[in-house]
């Protein structure tokens, strides 16, 4: 009786320190982003159908959106968001179709989002006086909440954009390749 406690004690064991180095979850690190070194990664968003990454590379000062597919890491172009970096707060719709970000554009932070589809680029309406920190997609891209700071304080506005872009749904049009830009991986245009 003694040698069956112990067995299902050590299966026990097995399975948990399995699940602790992500053996039940399958975790693994992102995939490399062909950019050289690798830096900092932060701020991850996943589209609705887990098959985009969007991230922040902290990379040789800069902080640029990267944007992949899961699970095999191939970097995909982003049209306009070169040279307005440092870039925060990605966020992608169901079918990665739209990306919206918070960017840097002369002395402002904006908020743009991206249909990488038709390749539109909308800049999103702020309150006046304030400056976006963070940002969040609906999956269906119908609203985007929207954390200010404004005078000292913090608020978070949501954003409709219906009737803006057309919604983005689960079974809809993949923005597979992400236009004629791609022999710029990452980097925007």
Do not use: K
């Amino acid at each position: 009786m003694r040698q069956l406690w112990v067995g299902v004690l050590v299966v026990v064991l097995n399975l948990g320190l399995g699940g602790c180095s992500g053996g039940w979850f399958g975790r693994r690190p992102a995939s490399p982003t062909g950019f050289g070194a690798q830096g900092n990664r932060l701020d991850p968003a996943l589209s609705g159908n887990g098959r985009y990454l969007a991230s922040v590379l902290e990379h040789q000062g800069r902080a640029r959106v990267v944007l992949q597919e899961q699970p095999g890491g191939r970097v995909l172009p982003l049209r306009h968001l070169r040279g307005r970096e440092p870039h925060s707060s990605p966020s992608l719709s169901w079918n990665g179709r739209y990306m919206a970000v918070l960017v840097q554009q002369g002395p402002r932070r904006v908020a743009l989002l991206e249909d990488r589809l038709t390749g539109r680029l909308v800049r999103l309406p702020l309150p006046a006086n304030a400056a976006p920190v963070r940002l969040s997609l609906a999956p269906d891209a119908s609203r985007l909440a929207l954390q200010l700071v404004r005078q000292g304080r913090w608020q978070v506005e949501v954003l409709e954009l219906g009737g803006v872009i057309e919604p983005d749904l689960p079974g809809g049009s993949p923005a597979v390749g992400g236009g004629a830009d791609s022999q710029n991986p990452g980097g925007g245009g």
